[in-house]
């Protein structure tokens, strides 16, 4: 039996939701209730609700998210295979399959392509598309003429990749929904439960939705359904009217409330790092009128553009968060050097290439070493690229002596013998080692590589992932098809590239960070909303270019599956925002950017009725939009130079416990070399001497004057 509950969902369905737990539970504490959300976030916010309804504890509570749930209701052994092996399946069955075909020959050699031909595959076998079936349909013209061969294709590789599947006993998501709507009727895992609450769920693809009708068919369940009668809520009334309204026994409108009401403030920045410098200083503000941190959020449509603006400002505002983002790892010091391991060969052991890997902070060493000698080294040596190169020019043994005024050069290049030593034994044990295997499997390939990385780097924050990485090539050698060295290393070299870390922390209660799908049903007391430009939020949306919108309606009215609308993303993109306009409670910050950080002019979004506050690009106006106490150490030191002069400032080091009297020195230089108008002591000064590198004034003239024949001379050697 289902029975649905609508309504917003502050406080209409959280009220629900805690008032029907505690109404099982005060009847009997320990009866097993499931409750199902759409996302683990939303999920998290459930246990908190059902310590809301029962104060002193509850057990027997078992909280899933939809495919945890599907999981659950599958059986033992229900694992889904890995989408980056699907994908390679995908490629390859086009590969093989398909050698002739006019659309889907594209996919060969192209991965992205792939991986959308993947989600495609899965959109369809989640939406229940039969291909047999939509193919005879397609024959018969109940599919529209427009596309015929395109869709032939696209039916006839979905045919091939359920084949492949069921030939290796393989499971997608796809079939992992199926098979749990097909076992629920006798699932022992289901059984205990006394009722089961779906919570929060906008929209079902077609499987889950037989798994929806297949539970409450055998157990009491009840939908809470984020939905009134409004129209921001269109998105959510059609799947309403459609599908879930059809399925319940019965149903009720919940009584939305008073709701909330905040006061709305928009502010708009160039860039987004500007951007989310206001936002800190805001939350500041909120924290010093009382607001805990973890009762702030700053949501975004998607908050990956925003993940290094956020983890440096943060960190400089001392504003603990925690986030549903990912932030990349290409460029992390550990991966780049991973990546240059496996590429070194390739490259026929480039100088650079092998400078920068052996400078890495990384690179296991044998012994004390000195990679900026090494560099200044293999310059002077004239050492281009090649293994033979290498080995012919680097000294055997002994030192290396290069007197000043040796080939045109005015300075002197001593290397001690025992680092000519460590150096040419480094770059021997790369030249030996860093070779990859004529003809390798993928598993070989896969063994070399992480041999590779144990024997020369020393393992850094990232070194798991990269392994586990490097380990999933290992699981291509399961799919059959033939694979060059160059596909291999390329392979490789995505999956490195491909690797995320967590944004901020996950065990502190700090603020929320979120992308607007994970912060779906989620409150807040102090809400701030990022990047409501054009193109943004709403995202621009364009169809699928294998089945268009045109076609998903003809599959679902004359055949029955399902299949969502992508330009129906228009409307969700109004309800995602509403939604977050519902959970602010106090306060809501609407932020956009008026251009990008190079100055380019951007839209503000069609959700903002008004251009709001500006956020000033000059630091001494952009300092202004913040009180005083929030300034950071630097910023305060900016601001009384700005006003007060360097005596101000040195004031303000000294009771903060810096460097005053430096200050002092290096302020008094600049204004001396500013005021003075012959040349003075200080002209001509561009370094300290034994501190590192120095550049003569002669040199920086000739910089000056023209880098290039600066790069012929001080480079190159061209006299």
């Given at each position: 039996m289902l029975h649905v509950a609508h309504g917003p969902f502050h406080p209409a369905l959280e009220d629900a939701l805690v008032g029907r737990i505690q109404e099982l539970k005060s009847a009997d504490p320990l009866a097993p209730i499931c409750v199902v959300a759409p996302s683990s976030r939303l999920a998290n916010r459930v246990?908190?609700?059902?310590?809301?309804?029962?104060?002193?504890?509850?057990?027997?509570?078992?909280?899933?998210?939809?495919?945890?749930?599907?999981?659950?209701?599958?059986?033992?052994g229900a694992s889904v295979e890995d989408d980056f092996l699907l994908e390679r399946l995908v490629a390859d069955l086009v590969a093989r399959?398909?050698?002739?075909?006019?659309?889907?020959?594209?996919?060969?050699?192209?991965?992205?392509?792939?991986r959308s031909l993947l989600d495609l595959l899965l959109d369809l076998r989640e939406g229940g598309v039969d291909p047999e079936v939509a193919y005879r349909a397609l024959q018969e013209g109940e599919l529209g003429d427009d596309d015929r061969l395109k869709l032939g294709e696209i039916f006839a590789l979905q045919k091939a990749y359920e084949s492949e599947l069921l030939r290796r006993g393989w499971t997608d998501?796809?079939?992992?929904?199926r098979k749990a709507a097909e076992r629920a009727p006798e699932s022992a895992e289901l059984a205990g439960f006394k009722e089961v609450l779906y919570y929060g769920v906008v929209e079902l693809v077609q499987v889950q939705i037989d798994l929806l009708r297949a539970v409450s068919r055998r157990l009491p369940v009840r939908l809470y359904y984020p939905w009134v009668k409004r129209?921001?809520?269109?998105?959510?009334?059609?799947?309403?009217?459609?599908?879930?309204?059809p399925l319940a026994d019965t149903h009720e409108a919940l009584d939305p409330g008073p709701g909330p009401s905040p006061s709305v403030e928009t502010l708009h920045a160039s860039g987004p790092r500007d951007e989310v410098w206001a936002c800190a200083k805001r939350i500041l503000e909120w924290h010093d009128e009382g607001v805990p941190f973890d009762e702030i959020g700053v949501v975004a449509r998607r908050i990956e553009p925003y993940s290094d603006s956020v983890e440096g400002v943060f960190k400089e505002h001392r504003i603990p968060f925690s986030s549903s983002a990912w932030r990349p790892l290409e460029r992390d010091p550990y991966v780049s050097s991973a990546k240059a391991?496996?590429?070194?060969?390739?490259?026929?052991?480039?100088?650079?290439?092998?400078?920068?890997?052996?400078?890495?902070?990384?690179?296991r060493h044998d012994g004390p070493s000195d990679p900026v000698l090494w560099d200044a080294l293999s310059r002077v040596l004239g050492i281009g690229r090649g293994a033979a190169e290498w080995r012919r020019r680097l000294p055997e043994k002994g030192g290396f002596l290069r007197k000043r005024g040796e080939r045109g050069d005015e300075r002197e290049l001593a290397v001690p013998p025992e680092q000519v030593e460590r150096f040419r034994r480094d770059v021997d044990r790369l030249l030996d080692r860093a070779v990859p295997p004529p003809a390798p499997t993928w598993e070989e390939y896969a063994s070399w590589a992480l041999g590779l990385i144990d024997e020369f780097l020393v393992p850094?924050?990232?070194?798991?992932?990269?392994?586990?990485?490097?380990?999933?090539?290992?699981?291509?050698?399961?799919?059959?098809?033939?694979?060059?060295?160059?596909?291999?290393?390329?392979?490789?070299?995505?999956?490195?590239?491909?690797?995320?870390a967590p944004l901020g922390s996950g065990n502190i209660r700090g603020v929320q960070v979120i992308d607007a799908m994970a912060a779906r049903g989620l409150p807040f007391r102090r809400l701030a909303v990022l990047g409501l430009n054009e193109r943004v939020f709403p995202r621009f949306i364009l169809e699928d270019p294998f089945v268009r919108d045109a076609v998903r309606s003809r599959i679902a009215a004359r055949l029955g599956p399902r299949m969502p609308l992508k330009l129906k993303g228009?409307?969700?993109?109004?309800?995602?925002?509403?939604?977050?306009?519902?959970?602010?409670?106090?306060?809501?910050?609407?932020?956009?950017?008026?251009?990008?950080?190079?100055?380019?002019?951007?839209?503000?979004?069609?959700?903002?009725?008004?251009?709001?506050?500006?956020?000033?690009?000059?630091?001494?106006?952009r300092l202004e939009f913040s009180p005083r106490p929030l300034l950071t150490r630097k910023e305060a030191g900016l601001v009384e130079a700005l006003h007060g002069g360097p005596a101000r400032v040195?004031?303000?080091?000294?009771?903060?416990g810096g460097d005053a009297e430096g200050f002092r020195r290096r302020a008094e230089i600049l204004r001396e070399i500013d005021s003075a108008r012959i040349p003075g002591r200080r002209d001509g000064v561009v370094g300290v001497s034994g501190r590192g590198r120095t550049i003569s004034p002669t040199a920086l003239e000739k910089f000056a004057t023209c880098p290039f024949l600066y790069f012929a001379d001080r480079v190159l050697r061209l006299k």
């Open positions: 246990k908190e609700l059902a310590l809301r309804a029962c104060p002193k504890g509850v057990a027997a509570l078992h909280v899933h998210h939809l495919m945890s749930f599907a999981r659950l209701a599958a059986g033992e399959e398909f050698p002739r075909s006019v659309y889907l020959n594209h996919a060969a050699g192209a991965p992205r392509l792939a998501r796809a079939d992992l929904v129209p921001e809520y269109a998105f959510a009334e059609e799947f309403f009217v459609q599908v879930v309204r391991l496996l590429t070194l060969a390739d490259g026929d052991f480039s100088r650079d290439a092998v400078m920068d890997l052996l400078g890495s902070p990384y690179f850094g924050p990232p070194a798991g992932l990269v392994r586990e990485a490097l380990e999933r090539l290992a699981g291509l050698g399961r799919i059959a098809g033939a694979a060059t060295g160059a596909d291999r290393r390329d392979t490789a070299l995505r999956l490195l590239a491909d690797l995320r228009y409307e969700e993109e109004r309800f995602l925002f509403e939604l977050l306009r519902e959970a602010a409670g106090e306060r809501l910050l609407l932020s956009y950017q008026r251009s990008d950080e190079r100055g380019r002019a951007q839209v503000r979004s069609t959700f903002l009725s008004e251009e709001g506050t500006a956020v000033s690009r000059p630091p001494r106006r040195a004031a303000a080091l000294k009771a903060f």
